[in-house]
T-cell receptor
């Protein structure tokens, strides 16, 4: 059975801190690892990682995938209160049509 | 990017009634759509995979007679919660798979169902 595990479950930091969120996966016929940010509604897409060792960046967020060790990390530098959200990672299969979600990491950034 | 809409965004219904939720892909054809349920402070749980023109595939533990899924066209899938009970109150999210170049799944904005 496919499994995606995220850690920590929750995290409280202060503005300006840097955080690292972890995601490990066991997905049959793995193709990609996706990161999402979820505030009050549906998840919004952040990154899709398909290749090992290639960092993807978007502003203060970056992410990298290790296909040998089967994990990914999401880094957020200089956190802001607007970064407070649940961050979800999901593994997708070869066809790209099945997502297995992790349990999420709830991040709270205090002023 | 591709857009997926859901309707309604919020619905309150009485126990025993049925509620239909629509999921539409607005600018692409989705042969496959997915229905997720999310309880407070929990992750998304896949309920079923909806394939256009064929029967939906339900995940273990999801009652197919209670959660009726119809994927009548390449842009529309519906989820009907039949004989709703308070424990069905949840956030229901659909996603549509664009099997084109990007092989992306796009999420709808979700429907908040409250059963009283």
């Amino acid at each position: 059975e496919d499994k995606v595990v995220q850690s920590p479950l929750s995290l409280v930091v202060h503005e300006g801190d840097t955080v690292t969120l972890n995601c490990s996966y066991e997905v049959t016929n793995f193709r990609s690892l996706l990161w999402y940010k979820q505030e009050k509604k549906a998840p919004t897409f952040l990154f899709m990682l398909t290749s090992s060792g290639i960092e993807k960046k978007s502003g203060r967020l970056s992410s990298i995938l290790d296909k040998k060790e089967l994990f990914s990390i999401l880094n957020i530098t200089a956190t802001q209160t607007g970064d407070s959200a649940v961050y979800l990672c999901a593994g997708t299969n070869n066809a790209g049509n099945m997502l297995t979600f992790g349990g999420g990491t709830r991040l709270m950034v205090k002023p | 990017g591709a857009v997926v809409s859901q309707h309604p965004s919020r619905v309150i219904c009485k126990s025993g009634t049925s509620v239909k939720i629509e999921c539409r892909s607005l600018d692409f054809q989705a042969t496959t759509m997915f229905w997720y349920r999310q309880f407070p402070k929990q992750s998304l749980m896949l309920m079923a995979t909806s394939n256009e023109g064929s029967k939906a595939t339900y995940e273990q533990g999801v009652e197919k007679d209670k959660f009726l899924i119809n994927h009548a066209s390449l842009t529309l899938s519906t989820l009907t919660v039949t004989s709703a009970h308070p424990e069905d109150s949840s956030f229901y999210i659909c996603s549509a798979w664009d099997a084109g170049i990007f092989h992306e799944q796009y999420f709808g904005p979700g429907t908040r169902l409250t059963v009283t």
